[in-house]
């Protein structure tokens, strides 16, 4: 069993009851849920992530204390540790009386804090640039079981995707690096026998294709160890993953680096033909440098379109 599926079905084993009994009186302030930080808040756990912080375990959201004061959120704290220790066969673990948990009772603006650097989570303008993206996955992943109010639901849907002239220059700038480093320099420094840069290069241009595929999706890109997983999963040139996974697992020799410069000419034929599926590119070649500043004119914003084109990578 997932562990998201697991955290669910605690809830309404146990937890729902709980707070409908003892807390009903807030019941309608509070947001119960799994997301954050974790491999089970994507869904990808599996056997070797279970050594660790995998438990039958969920998220309560409270609003501020003006809304739910300190001495309800303590006794709500000691009710959700009180639930069952074991649960189908998986124990839960102990909660840190300092905090960091990553279950448990958590106010709102605490976790946005955390993750957007606002405590209403309403970030806005140039604030989109300096958030992490994978602080954005976080922040938007997982599940929400169930929301008294809407709030921290409705704040989640409003992080749930880039502006779109945001988006749009972030595309630009990872455009612009992936002609860069991946049709322009990796064939020099093969030339040159440069091999150890001929690596950097290519596996910077699989880094910022995955990227461009993010954006392309409308999806937040996760911490680097599951990129690959969730790529896998996206709507939109996940068929391009086998591509990717070979230029960056096999060695630049004279042998592979020929066919991996074509690779690297398909990937890009890809996505220029998905960037006008868009219609957010005027180019009509193949040239990723080309799309780079044609996406980058299409942004609305005049002070953010006349930025460097890679002011936001």
């Known amino acids: 069993m997932k562990g998201l599926e697991l955290s669910r079905e605690f809830y309404l084993s146990f937890g729902k009851a709980m707070i409908e009994n003892q807390f009903g009186q ?36 409270l609003p501020s204390e003006e809304e739910v004061d300190r001495k309800t959120a303590f006794a709500l704290e000691r009710a959700y540790s009180k639930l069952p ?20 009772v958590i106010r709102s603006s605490d976790f946005f804090t955390d993750k957007v650097g606002r405590a209403d989570g309403l ?24 929301d008294g109010s809407g709030v921290f ?16 220059k972030k595309l630009a700038g990872n455009l612009l690096l992936a002609s860069q480093t991946g049709q322009y320099n990796y064939p020099r420094c093969i030339k040159r026998g440069e091999r150890a840069g001929a690596a950097l290069c290519v596996n910077q241009f699989v880094d910022k294709i995955m990227s461009v595929v993010f954006l392309l999706n409308d999806k937040y890109r996760p911490y680097y160890k599951w990129a690959f997983r969730a790529y896998s999963q996206l709507e939109k040139l996940s068929s391009l993953y086998d591509a990717l996974e070979f230029l960056i697992t ?16 398909d990937i890009a034929l890809a996505v220029s033909e998905e960037l006008k599926n868009q219609e957010i590119t005027k180019a009509t070649c193949i040239d990723l440098e080309k799309h780079a500043y044609s996406v980058n004119d299409h942004i609305s914003d005049p002070e953010l379109r006349n930025q460097n084109v890679l002011m936001s990578v």
């Open 250 to 265: 096999t060695d630049n020799a004279d042998e592979n680096a020929g066919i991996k410069i074509n690779v690297i000419e």
């Open 153 to 168: 639901t409705s704040i989640r849907e409003y992080l749930s995707s880039y502006p779109k002239d945001v988006r749009l």
């Open 123 to 146: 970030i806005s303008g140039y604030e989109w640039f300096t958030v992490p993206e994978t602080f954005l996955a976080e922040a938007t992943n997982g599940e929400v079981f169930f």
């Open 26 to 61: 807030i019941k309608n302030k509070i947001a119960v849920g799994l997301f954050g930080s974790g491999s089970e808040c994507y869904g990808f756990d599996d056997e070797i992530s279970r050594d660790h912080d995998f438990e039958p375990g969920f998220c309560i959201v």
């Open 85 to 104: 220790k074991t649960f189908m066969g998986v124990n839960r673990g102990n909660l840190s009386p300092v905090g960091g948990n990553r279950h448990g």
